[in-house]
């Protein structure tokens, strides 16, 4: 009787055939350890169910190589919505309309990789208890930017708020929170959950925790943000690029671990002391004006005056590459869980 409810293909003159990727093995079973096996694999069958109805579990016996438990991007809800209403601002002329100013003044700053055909980025379902449903519910989506009141960011987010709201039918509002100064300590607070979403800057191949983040957040689509930009003493030699490339050396240190992997990679003859996201800018100018340092890197006059550091003496000129930030805005993953119980180091905030 337990024979004939057994499938064929399981059953086969008393032998369980087990495929692996090159071969085949045969291993004889007699009826009770045959049994012994199917139970073993009901069990087995039972906890990958288990693992499978948990949206963000892992069911791993390794520890996560990522920061505080983060785990495989699962839940890309918010992420899609908002790839799909970039989208339909690319495709019904907003976008450019929006950056018209400055990309007549030979700026850059476009996503170069999202087409603008909104059926490639349809808008997700909202499904109770993704990102994209807590946003929803909050009524909030909460946002942390280096400029909040930035003339082409800040209309090009409240519109894309806008689109996701009328999709959804609720009322959805965007909450600009105020950037630290430091990339590190931002992404620190997406993965916790204090904001959904940080943007722009954030390059996909820079340094967090000594890994990429690239694999801690989702991002949207890549973008270029104009040229390099160096700052130099007035009387300093150096006024191109081309005069960078020709120094013998070069010395500088930073407060920006992206900055210091994309500058270091076209400016081979530059040597990073230090790359310390503690650092404040008024120490790297500090710096440069004791001779201590040749070059800042990736910090205008402009940028260093809107936070009162004096820049007297100082000028900044651009070249050389374009600088990519990777992405328009970044979404944290899920936190790591297993089997539902939750990873305790970070609650998921609402």
Known sequence: GALRNLPDKVLNNNFIRVKSSSYLLFHPFDITTMRQSLSYLLLALLLASCCWACSSSCCSS?????????????DTSLMDAFDSALAIIKANGSYAEIFAPELSSGELFIPLDCAANPSLFPFPARTPGTLLDTV??????????????DPELGPLMNLMVSIISDHYGVPLTRVVLAFPDN?????????????????????????????????????????????????????????????????????????????ATVYSSVLPNLEITAVDATIPDADLVAALRAGTIDVVINLSVD???????????????????????????????L??????????????ST
């Open 335 to 348: 936190p790591k869980h297993c089997c539902g119980k939750k990873n305790k180091k970070w609650e998921k």
């Open 62 to 74: 390794s520890p996560s190589p990522l920061p505080f438990g983060v785990e495989e991007c699962r």
């Open 183 to 259: 990339s590190t300590i931002a992404i620190e607070m997406l993965i916790a959950g204090i904001v959904d979403l940080v943007g722009p800057d954030f390059s996909l191949g820079g340094e967090f925790m000594g890994i990429a983040r690239k694999r801690v957040t989702q991002q949207s689509c890549a973008t270029l943000d104009g040229l390099g930009v160096f700052t130099v003493l007035d009387n300093s030699p150096f006024t191109s690029f081309a005069d960078l490339q020709a120094a013998p050396t070069l010395t500088t240190f930073t407060n920006a671990a992206g900055a």
């Open 303 to 333: 940028y260093l005056a809107s936070e009162s550091i004096d820049v007297t003496g100082l000028r900044s000129f651009s070249g050389g590459f374009d600088d990519p930030n990777g992405s328009l805005f970044a979404i944290r993953c």
């Open 136 to 149: 929803l519910s909050r009524g909030t989506i909460r946002m942390i930017s280096f400029a909040p009141d």
